[in-house]
C-alpha cells in the first residue's frame, strides 16, 4: 500500500501559479485588509479580507484540490471549522456523533451548541442499533473521524454515507488524523471533510487552522456563508503558512507512515505494553476496513502501559526525543496523556467505557530516524 504517486505532484502545485504581476514563484502575503474600487461595487473579485483575500483564495484552492474537492473553506482553527457546519443547521436539528470524537469537539457540541437548541446523540459507530435508535427525521449530520482520537478506531466511510443518504442526512467526516493524503471521504460519498489544519496539514507545530471540503453547491454556500458572517477566517500569513505546508505534505505522511509502522510494531513485540491500537496491525480490529479505506495507515499509535499509573509516569519523564505535549502531525514526535490531557474534558463514565484511562498512551510519531524513536521508547520502558 502506498500514496499515489500523483499526489506528490498535487501537493507540490496545488493552488500556486506566477504571481501575475512579478512572476514571484510563491503566492505572496496579501497582508490587506481592503481592495481600491474605481467605482462602487466594482473591483476585481475582493473587496474586503474577511470576505476573501488572495492569499486565502490560493490556500484555499490547495485545500480543495488535495482532498479531490470543488470546494474548500479555511478557518482560524479546527473548532472555527466545526463551528461553522454546525452553524448551517436550524434550531431543532439533531447530530449523532461518534462517542470517541476529539475531546474538544465533545465539548464544543455539549457545552456550547446545546444550549442553542441542537440535539447531539454521541453513540458507538460500530452499533448499528445504536446508531438506528437515535436516527429519526430531525437528523441532520452524521458526525464521525477515522482513524477516532485516541482509541484509533475505524469506522467505515462508505457504510455511514450510505446511512446518512438513506436518512436524508449529510456525512461530515473529520479527516485530521488520515489526511488527505491517505484518504478522501468526499470519494467515498461524504458530504463534508473537515481538518484541524494545525496537525498533519501545518505539520510544524507553528500555526492553529481548520478547513472544511465540500463537493455540493448549496452546502458551499452555506458554509461560505457563515465563514462570511460569522468571521472565524485565519490570516494572510496563517494561509501562506499552510499554503507552503502542504507541498511537504505527501513526503511527511509517507514518512509519518514509516515511523508509525515501525514504530507499532515495536511496541506489540514489548511486555511492557499490554495493548497496541494502530490499524496498521494485522491483528488490529480495524485492520480490513482501514486497508479498504485508507492508503497507509498514519503516524498516530495508542497503547495501554502495562505498569501502575506511577509507571507511566516514569516513562513520560524518561523520553528524550518524544516530548510530552498536546497536539499531533507535526514533524516532531509528541506523546500525550489522553485521560489528563486532550481528553480530560470527555465526560468520566464515557471515558472509562471508552478505554482512555490512567495506563493510555498516545504517540505522534514525527519525521525522525525510526531506530531513535524506538530506542527512546525502549530505554523509557525498561530502564
Ligand atoms: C485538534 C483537533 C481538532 C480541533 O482543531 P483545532 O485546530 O485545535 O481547533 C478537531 N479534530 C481533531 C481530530 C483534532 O485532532
Given at each position: 500500500m502506498s500514496i499515489e504517486s500523483n499526489f506528490f505532484t498535487k501537493a507540490v502545485h496545488a493552488g500556486t501559479r506566477p504571481?501575475?504581476?512579478?512572476?514571484?514563484?510563491?503566492?505572496?502575503i496579501f497582508q490587506t485588509s481592503t481592495y481600491v474600487q474605481?467605482?462602487?461595487?466594482?473591483?476585481?473579485?475582493f473587496d474586503y479580507s474577511r470576505a476573501n483575500n488572495p492569499t486565502r483564495q490560493a490556500y484555499e484552492e490547495a485545500l480543495a484540490t488535495i482532498e479531490n474537492a470543488k470546494h474548500a473553506l479555511s478557518f482560524s482553527s479546527g473548532i472555527a471549522?466545526?463551528?461553522?457546519?454546525?452553524?448551517?443547521?436550524?434550531?431543532?436539528?439533531?447530530?449523532?456523533?461518534?462517542?470517541?470524537?476529539?475531546g474538544?469537539?465533545?465539548?464544543?457540541?455539549?457545552?456550547?451548541?446545546?444550549?442553542?437548541?441542537i440535539k447531539f446523540h454521541f453513540v458507538d459507530m460500530h452499533d448499528d442499533k445504536a446508531i438506528k435508535d437515535v436516527l429519526n427525521k430531525n437528523t441532520k449530520l452524521i458526525w464521525m473521524e477515522s482513524p477516532t482520537n485516541p482509541t484509533m478506531k475505524i469506522i467505515d466511510i462508505k457504510k455511514m454515507a450510505a446511512l446518512?443518504?438513506?436518512?436524508?442526512?449529510?456525512?461530515?467526516?473529520?479527516n485530521t488524523f488520515a489526511t488527505p493524503a491517505l484518504q478522501n471521504p468526499l470519494d467515498m460519498g461524504a458530504a463534508f471533510v473537515l481538518h484541524s489544519t494545525t496537525k498533519y496539514i501545518g505539520g510544524h507545530s507553528d500555526v492553529i487552522g481548520g478547513a472544511v471540503m465540500i463537493n455540493d453547491e448549496d452546502l458551499f454556500k452555506k458554509v461560505k456563508f457563515v465563514q462570511f458572517a460569522a468571521g472565524a477566517v485565519p490570516s494572510p500569513m496563517e494561509c501562506f503558512m499552510l499554503l507552503r505546508s502542504i507541498k511537504t505534505l505527501a513526503v511527511r505522511v509517507d514518512r509519518h507512515c514509516d515511523n508509525g509502522e515501525r514504530v507499532a510494531s515495536y511496541l506489540a513485540e514489548s511486555k511492557k505494553v499490554s495493548a497496541v491500537y494502530y490499524p496498521g496491525l494485522a491483528n488490529d480490529r480495524g485492520h480490513g476496513?482501514?486497508?479498504?479505506?485508507?492508503?497507509?495507515?498514519?503516524?498516530?499509535?495508542?497503547?495501554?502501559?502495562?505498569?501502575?499509573?506511577?509507571?507511566?509516569?516514569?516513562?513520560f519523564k524518561k523520553l528524550k526525543v518524544y516530548s510530552l505535549a498536546e497536539s499531533l502531525g507535526g514533524v516532531e514526535s509528541l506523546v500525550n496523556h489522553p485521560a489528563l490531557m486532550t481528553h480530560a474534558s470527555v465526560p468520566t463514565e464515557l471515558r472509562k467505557k471508552l478505554?482512555?484511562?490512567?495506563?493510555?498512551?498516545?504517540?505522534?510519531?514525527?519525521?525522525?530516524?525510526?531506530?531513535?524513536?524506538?530506542?527512546?521508547?525502549?530505554?523509557?520502558?525498561?530502564?
Open positions: 504571481e501575475p504581476v512579478t512572476g514571484a514563484i510563491m503566492t505572496p474605481s467605482e462602487p461595487g466594482v473591483h476585481k473579485g471549522a466545526e463551528q461553522a457546519i454546525i452553524q448551517t443547521l436550524d434550531a431543532n436539528a439533531e447530530v449523532i456523533v461518534c462517542d470517541d470524537v476529539y474538544g469537539t465533545g465539548r464544543l457540541f455539549r457545552q456550547l451548541f446545546s444550549k442553542y437548541g446518512a443518504k438513506n436518512a436524508g442526512a449529510y456525512l461530515v467526516v473529520d476496513i482501514a486497508k479498504a479505506q485508507m492508503r497507509r495507515f498514519g503516524g498516530m499509535i495508542s497503547f495501554d502501559h502495562a505498569g501502575s499509573y506511577d509507571d507511566v509516569v516514569a516513562f478505554g482512555i484511562g490512567p495506563n493510555l498512551v498516545r504517540l505522534s510519531c514525527g519525521i525522525e530516524s525510526a531506530d531513535d524513536l524506538i530506542a527512546d521508547l525502549d530505554q523509557a520502558l525498561n530502564s
